[in-house]
């Protein structure tokens, strides 16, 4: 088993979580179904992608943005 793959078992599957790599340019190792209907992505287009690709668009809340990133700062410092 790969250390994402440990990681990501440990997500909650009734939660819309996600596993970032704690190194910029963060990206994406696991989500839940949860986060993905959310967001509307699918596994496959999201899993190895940069966090900052997955949630920026057209209908991007920046102030919601703003605090994913701040929380992404300060959960990898």
Known sequence: MTEASAESSALDAGRAQLLVAREAPHIVLAATQRWLTAV??????AVGRALALLLQGDGTCMVTAGALWSAVQVNSA
């Open 40 to 45: 509307g992505y699918t596994e496959g287009e």
